[in-house]
Structure formats: structure tokens, C-alpha cells
């Protein structure tokens, strides 16, 4: 019912950028909350940053100053802008939905790599 597009992700150089966009389409009623985890080899998958409803943001302290996640409500898009990559930042990154209602529903993205390497 719900799809998550995610494009943006590739291989960067550190000290790059890449900008990850999240699409949603289907039957989509009263966004909770739109966010970006990762999951790099070998790690539990983390939380990168999150956006509610009301445009509150939260981010992982190690990417804070260097990330910024935005939407645009009336496209039901949510940005991932990452800027000074590091080769921490290498995993896979998931876009998340999560609707409210009489039970919260978390939609996923199927991932996009990001690779940061010379």
C-alpha cells in the first residue's frame, strides 16, 4: 500500500556530499515521523536523523553538523543532505515512515548503498 523510492545514494569521495531523497506514494495518511537509519557491515542498523510532523529534527551525534533531513510534505519527499563524508558514513541507508492512527505503521525503503572511499 505504501512504496518508499529512494534514490541519491553512490560512491563519494570523503569530504563529499551526496543528497538521498525518499519518495512516498500509496495510501498515506498523518505522517508521524519521516527518517533516514543506516546500516553498515557488521553494525546493528542506527538511527540518522528523523523528522516529525511538526518539523522537530533529532540526529545521530555522529553525524550532527554534517547531515540535514528536510521534507517537502506536499511531495511526501524526505532529504537526506550529507555533507564532509566520512568512511563511517559507508552503509546502507533506509528511509522510514512511520503513520499514525489507531496503531503506528512503519513503511521502509529497500536501502541505498553509500559508499565513501578514495
Known amino acids: 500500500q505504501v512504496q518508499l523510492v529512494e534514490s541519491g545514494g553512490g560512491l563519494v569521495q570523503p569530504g563529499g556530499s551526496l543528497r538521498l531523497s525518499c519518495a512516498a506514494s500509496?495510501?498515506?495518511?498523518?505522517?508521524?515521523?519521516m527518517a533516514w537509519h543506516r546500516q553498515a557491515p557488521g553494525k546493528q542498523r542506527e538511527l540518522v536523523a528523523l523528522?516529525?510532523?511538526?518539523?522537530?529534527?533529532t540526529y545521530v551525534d555522529s553525524v550532527k553538523g554534517r547531515f540535514t533531513i528536510s521534507r517537502d510534505n506536499a511531495k511526501n519527499t524526505v532529504y537526506l543532505q550529507m555533507n564532509s563524508l566520512k568512511a563511517d558514513d559507508t552503509a546502507v541507508y533506509y528511509c522510514?515512515?512511520?503513520?499514525?492512527?489507531?496503531?503506528?505503521?512503519?513503511?521502509w525503503g529497500q536501502g541505498t548503498q553509500v559508499t565513501v572511499s578514495s
Open positions: 523528522i516529525t510532523n511538526g518539523g522537530r529534527t
Open positions: 522510514a515512515l512511520a503513520l499514525g492512527g489507531s496503531i503506528m505503521s512503519v513503511y
Open positions: 500509496g495510501r498515506i495518511f498523518s505522517i508521524d515521523y
